[in-house]
């Protein structure tokens, strides 16, 4: 029988006190056409037992935007989606074949914007239990990996990205976890998953 955190007190604890700091997905407003371009994510959290992983992709070499760089499972608003949650789940079941009855979506916290194209992105939470059967769409993704929310938020995973931007090399802020860096807007919205996760339980939903 599949896991659920009410089987699991720690787990629970974690995401009910993740659940209540974030926003009711329900009161994120769908873009209007004069709020320019827009895009949704999803942070999974994928529980294991008494530990939480977060799952991210790494973006395939042939497309046209934040090629090879880590992501979030997500993409653009359509204006066919009736709101920003249904473009992130739509966009995870394309990248990485996650089903959305499969995923139980927490709500979602502020964006950003990105730097280079100028989307704003707004991220969701969902939890998917188990071991999800995965299926990358080699267009889009290169690689599916998981990091476990101990190791995100362990100082010795962190370090700088060297970025090469049209001849100029920047550092940026990176969490370096497995071969995989995560910077930019990822890192970023990371660490803003990891402070509203906060607590003694980043990494470890069970102490002991």
Request: charge should be neutral; include cysteine; aromatic fraction near 6%.
């Amino acid at each position: 029988m599949m896991d659920t955190d009410d089987q699991i007190p720690g787990v629970r604890e974690c995401l009910d006190r993740l659940r209540r700091r974030l926003i009711p997905a329900a009161a994120v407003p769908r873009p209007e056409p004069k709020d320019g371009r827009a895009a949704a994510v999803l942070a999974p959290l994928i529980v294991r037992g008494d530990s939480i992983d977060v799952l991210y992709t790494r973006r395939s070499d042939h497309i046209a935007s934040h090629r090879g760089q880590v992501a979030f499972p997500g993409g653009g608003f359509d204006r066919r989606d009736p709101d920003l949650m249904a473009t992130a789940l739509r966009e995870t079941h394309e990248e990485v074949g996650l089903a959305p009855t499969a995923i139980r979506i927490l709500g979602s916290f502020p964006g950003r914007r990105t730097f280079s194209t100028n989307i704003e992105v707004t991220p969701f939470v969902g939890v998917i239990h188990g071991m999800p059967e995965l299926r990358a769409d080699p267009r889009e993704v290169a690689e599916i990996f998981t990091v476990p929310l101990r190791a995100l938020s362990d100082p010795r995973h962190r370090g700088r990205h060297q970025w090469n931007h049209d001849g100029e090399i920047d550092g940026y802020p990176a969490i370096l976890y497995g071969g995989q860096i995560i910077w930019g807007l990822t890192y970023n919205l990371t660490l803003t998953l990891l402070e509203l996760i906060g607590g003694d339980e980043r990494g470890r939903a069970r102490s002991g």
